[in-house]
């Protein structure tokens, strides 16, 4: 498979994004982006995932807000980022008589690719999610995990920029999606492919997602890098040999919201400002306050964490 180089600007670029159908309100003023890497679009079913998918893939036009896919409006240019595009749906309703490898040579001619080039590129993509030696195989002579590998190998034969997965560990015991995470993982990776993988499990997207963007009842409840959700960017944990009380209240005159857990206190960087605010003003504090520092580290969570604190 080819390879991209990294975005140096957003994949995905969402702006008070709305839709609805008939009475219901599948997103809610989403304002998000998407980087390079792999992306977990994280909520419980019903959220506005698969929605959000198809908004982003031009088959749904938004009742209000923008949103830019690889630069480009979807709702106006909705072939020429489809071709740009991989898709895998939640669904396992693929042709049960048609070899997987036929299967896949037809995606990829429908995103353009000349029949030779296609057949090519079929073979190519099945050997690289694992089924080059079952590539001749009827799909419905397939194990579920087989066919949810023969949904990512007709997402990545035309060699797209992005990838959209929905659910692809849905229905998988627990090798087989763990084998399916690595792989996903793979693809976001040497693949250079940037991915975007909707999961209402947690820890499927803590374990291989450079980002998430956590829906809740078709709003962003939260988004970032994981290093921005569950580390550094979340602040703090300073231990002082004495006055605690005294270096919190210097930090909060300092404007941060700094509040005392046993011996430790606890210092969130405010998301208004820099990471590192709260590194930085915990060093002044204790300096003004001409303490001893026991100990002074990021401020690390669990994604599970955040889920809960964003009430998602």
Not at 31 to 39: E, H, L, M
Not at 193 to 200: A, D, F
Not at 254 to 265: C, K, P, Q, V
């Amino acid at each position: 498979m080819g390879e991209h180089s990294a975005a140096t600007t957003a994949v995905v670029d969402a702006s008070a994004l709305t839709r609805r159908f008939g009475p219901t309100t599948a997103l809610d003023g989403a304002t998000f982006s998407v980087s390079a890497g792999v992306t977990g679009l994280l909520g419980a079913n019903g959220a506005g995932k698969t929605t959000l998918l198809g908004l982003m893939l031009g088959l749904h036009r938004p009742d209000g807000g923008s949103i830019q896919v690889l630069g480009l409006d979807p709702t106006k240019a909705g072939a020429a980022v489809r071709s740009r595009i991989g898709y895998a749906p939640e669904h396992h309703r693929l042709p049960p008589d048609t070899r997987a490898h036929d299967f896949v040579r037809h995606i990829a001619q429908v995103h353009g690719l000349p029949k030779r080039d296609a057949t090519n590129r079929a073979s190519d993509a099945l050997w690289s999610v694992g089924l080059g030696e079952e590539r001749f195989r009827p799909i419905g002579t397939m194990s579920t995990g087989q066919r949810q590998r023969v949904k990512l190998a007709q997402a990545i034969a035309h060699d797209p920029d992005l990838v959209l997965l929905d659910e692809p560990t849905d229905g998988l015991d627990p090798v087989q999606r763990d084998d399916m995470l690595a792989l996903i993982r793979r693809i976001g990776t040497e693949f250079g492919i940037h991915v975007v993988v909707s999961s209402h499990l947690l820890e499927e997207v803590e374990r291989i997602c450079d980002a998430a963007v956590i829906l809740r009842a078709g709003q962003v409840v939260a988004s970032g890098s994981m290093h921005e959700l569950t580390g550094k960017g979340r602040g703090v944990l300073l231990e002082v040999d004495e006055r605690a009380d005294e270096v919190v209240g210097r930090l909060i005159l300092m404007g941060l919201e700094a509040t005392l857990d046993g011996s430790r206190i606890v210092i969130a960087n405010p998301p208004d400002r820099p990471i590192g605010t709260a590194h930085d003003a915990a060093r002044d504090a204790v300096a003004e306050a001409g303490v001893g520092i026991h100990r002074l580290s990021d401020r690390t969570v669990s994604l599970e964490d955040v889920f809960l604190e964003v009430g998602a």
